[in-house]
C-alpha cells in the first residue's frame, strides 16, 4: 500500500484495525518467546497499539515505528506522556514513558535504530501488506536483524477473493516460505467476531499465530 492510503486512514479515522484493548494473543503467547527484563522488542507499523504500553509493563525496552504522525501523537497522548521529539535522519525520534516511536518510513530504519531489540512483535504489519510489499518487508527485516530475531507474529487466513484487503490473507504456507524457523502457536476462528469483514463479503475468518526464529 503506498503511504498516502495510511496517512488518509487516519486523517479520515477509518481505523477499524485499532483495537480499545490489548489484543488477547499477546498476553497468552509472549512467554513463549522467553522474554527477559529489559529485553528490546520491536513493533513495526506500530499505529497507537495499546500493546506496546502492555509490553513496557513487562519490563521490555520498546521500540515502534509507524508512518502517521497522527497515530504516533495518539499513541503518546492516550498513555498521558509528553514525548521528547529527535530528528532522527528521514525520521522523527519520538520517546517517552519507556516506548520509542520513529514516525517515518519502516523501509528508512537502519539495524542501528533496533539495536539491542531481539524480539519482534509483529501482529499487524505482515497482513497490512500486499504480497509483493510483504516480500519487501522480510527482507529489511532480515537487514534489520543480521544476527537473527524471534516474532511473534499474527495472521489472517481468508479466502482471498472474497476480500480486497487490507487486511490482506496470509497463508499458512507463505509464512513458512518468508521464515525457517516456524511454529504454529494457535489457530482460532475469529469469525463470528469480526462483523465487520462478515459485512465486507468474508465467509471464514482465521487467526494464526506464530512464533519464528530467524
Known sequence: MQSEFWHERWELQQIAFHQAEVHPVLPKLWPRLNPQAGDGVFVPMCGKTLDMRWLQA?????????????????????????????????????????????????????PED????????????????PPQMRRDYVTHLR????????????TFDYPSAEMKGPPFAVTDAEVREFYASVELLSSEDVFAANPQMRQRGLTRLQENAYLIAF
Not at 535522519?89 to 528508512?108: K, M
Not at 537487514?143 to 499474527?154: D, E, Q, T, Y
Request: with cysteine.
Open 58 to 110: 513487562q519490563g521490555q525496552r520498546v521500540v515502534g515505528v509507524e508512518l502517521s504522525p497522527l497515530a504516533v501523537d495518539a499513541f503518546f497522548a492516550e498513555a498521558g506522556v509528553t514525548p521528547v521529539r529527535t530528528p532522527h535522519g528521514a525520521l522523527e525520534s519520538v520517546q517517552g514513558g519507556g516506548v520509542t516511536v520513529y514516525c517515518g518510513d519502516f523501509f528508512a530504519l537502519k
Open 114 to 129: 533496533v539495536a539491542g531489540c531481539e524480539l519482534i512483535y509483529d501482529r499487524g504489519s505482515l497482513i497490512a501488506l
Open 143 to 154: 537487514k534489520l536483524f543480521p544476527g537473527g530475531a524471534r516474532i511473534l507474529l499474527v
